[in-house]
């Protein structure tokens, strides 16, 4: 039986705001209209002002919308700062506070979740990152924010193959796939690397990344690369490799939190983790 993406532990209140601000521009154009009409008994004239009216207040509300509190994008590089230092639960926390603070900004509250979706992930917490994809996957106007809208389908897929969950993971990927068309960069990467590796296919996956290994590091974000890093050292330790390029810059404490679903992942981490203090 196929799996679900489970629903999220929260309920969304990016659509709660949604319908708070239509609520309160429908007051807003009822008091225009209804003052306009006080000041004038000309219907053109009334007609005028409210009109004026409601076009001036939906563009004030659609730059607010899509604005982004101050210092809103530091305290976000921050946080990626915090989540590449292997500091996972300051890193959530930040991002918690931050889609606390962004609660009418759609943007703002669109790139707070993704982050956070990603904390989650990093930690191993599936059912949480899922939950927070999914928050994503219902935000109002989604289409809006294209990047995060093609590859939402690319990390849920990272969370399935993390669980061993394959069927999933190719549906996930196609749709990852359906939705980015051509682009070049594909954040799917690493849920096929994850998945190809748990089919008994390491061997490929450490061919594959290592073959396109430079364009890969200039064409992905980096919370991609960290996986993909370990991803390739253990793909690379696994199919009997001995070269040593695949090892440079992996950090398996990294994935301490997907182990606990990927017990081959455990066993490495911890030959990794042993061999490295013997070098030392």
Request: hydrophobic letters at 50%.
């Amino acid at each position: 039986m196929a799996r679900r993406i489970p629903e999220p532990l929260t309920r969304s209140s990016s659509l709660t705001a949604v319908v708070q601000l239509l609520a309160f521009a429908v007051a807003w154009i009822a008091v225009a209209s209804f003052a306009a009409f006080l000041l004038s008994a000309d219907p053109f004239i009334t007609a005028i002002v409210s009109g004026s009216a409601t076009l001036l207040f939906v563009g004030v509300l659609g730059a607010f919308v899509f604005s982004r509190p101050r210092g809103f994008s530091e305290a976000i590089r921050e946080g990626e700062a915090l989540l590449a230092r292997g500091h996972s639960l300051a890193a959530r926390q930040k991002f918690e506070s931050l889609l606390g603070r962004a609660r009418w900004q759609l943007a703002a509250r669109a790139s707070a979740r993704w982050h956070l979706a990603l904390a989650h992930l990093t930690e191993g917490n599936f059912t949480h990152a899922l939950a927070e994809f999914d928050l994503l996957e219902r935000q109002p106007f989604r289409r809006a924010f294209p990047s995060i809208y093609e590859d939402v389908p690319a990390m849920v897929a990272l969370c399935f193959a993390l669980q061993g969950w394959l069927d999933e993971t190719e549906g996930a990927l196609r749709e990852h796939r359906r939705r980015c068309g051509d682009r070049s960069t594909d954040l799917g990467l690493p849920a096929w690397a994850v998945a190809a590796c748990r089919q008994g296919r390491p061997g490929e996956v450490a061919e594959g990344l290592g073959l396109n290994w430079g364009t890969l590091e200039a064409s992905h974000p980096e919370h991609a690369l960290r996986i993909l890093r370990v991803v390739r050292a253990y793909a690379a330790d696994r199919s009997g490799s001995d070269s040593a390029a695949p090892l440079e810059g992996a950090d398996p404490s990294f994935a301490t939190g997907w182990a606990r679903q990927w017990n081959d992942l455990s066993v490495w981490i911890a030959s990794f983790s042993s061999r490295s203090s013997r070098a030392l």
